[in-house]
């Protein structure tokens, strides 16, 4: 099964800026499937933060950006907050394997 | 508000089944799609399928292909995920979620604990 490759963990102090980097393959992002972004705070179901590469859904703070290249997607949240300690996930399609839904390996945002 | 409401935990023993429920409310449930998330502890997220609440067609990850069969009620608004033959490795949070390829997974249910345990 096609999997989207994602750094363990990023880390940053409040106020800063993060980045996390989501890499797939031709079959998935490559071919133009749209990355979708989850926030998963302890203990709870995952969240949508980013739709469609790039579109905030309604009541996400705009300190939440994301961006697609070629393969690979980025998702960045500037000015940092205590409140953005979490897992969070990317997502797309997979043409491949009569085709599938396939998320991210997962990163761990850590608040310093 | 849009909402999902799943069953309650479940431990079931090697080999047994298990059905988890998932009841969607302030929508029209037959206009959108029904996904079937599970994350085993300290895991990441693994898709399982999809139903076509509309038609009642299915698409399954080839991984559960066999094992997994998920299922609607329109009449009641609700989807129903049912894992076969089930084994330890098979203990996780089962979630799911309204959406697809392109809108992404939005809401989520609570989820539902599945233990697999003799």
């Known amino acids: 099964q096609s999997v989207l490759t994602q750094p363990p963990s990023v880390s940053g102090a409040p106020g800063q800026r993060v980045t996390i980097s989501c890499t797939g393959s031709?079959?998935?992002?490559?071919?133009?499937?749209?990355v979708h972004w989850y926030q998963q705070l302890p203990g709870t179901a995952p969240k949508l933060l980013i739709y469609?590469?790039?579109n905030r859904p309604s009541g996400v703070p705009d300190r939440f950006s994301g961006s697609k290249s070629g393969t690979s997607a980025s998702l960045a949240i500037s000015g940092l907050q205590a409140e953005d300690e979490a897992d969070f996930y990317c997502?797309?399609?997979?043409?491949?394997?009569?085709?599938?839904?396939?998320f991210g390996t997962g990163t761990k945002v850590t608040v310093l | 508000q849009v909402q999902l409401v799943q069953s309650g935990a479940e431990v079931k023993k090697p080999g047994a089944s298990v059905k988890v429920s998932c009841k969607a409310s302030?929508?029209?449930?037959?206009?959108?799609?029904i996904q079937w998330v599970r994350q085993a502890p300290g895991q990441r997220l693994e898709w399982m399928g999809w139903?076509?609440?509309?038609?009642?067609?299915?698409k399954y990850s080839q991984k559960f292909q066999g094992r997994v069969t998920i299922t609607r009620d329109t009449s009641a608004s609700t989807a129903y995920m049912e894992l076969s033959s089930l084994r330890s490795e098979d203990t996780a949070m089962y979630y799911c979620?309204?959406?697809?390829?392109?809108?992404?997974?939005?809401?989520w249910g609570q989820g539902t604990l599945v233990t697999v345990s003799s």
């Open positions: 139903i076509n609440t509309g038609n009642g067609n299915t």
């Open positions: 031709s079959s998935n992002i490559g071919a133009g499937f749209d």
């Open positions: 469609g590469n790039s």
């Open positions: 997502q797309s399609y997979d043409s491949s394997l009569s085709g599938s839904y396939v």
């Open positions: 302030g929508y029209t449930f037959s206009s959108y799609a």
């Open positions: 979620a309204r959406g697809g390829s392109t809108t992404g997974f939005d809401p």
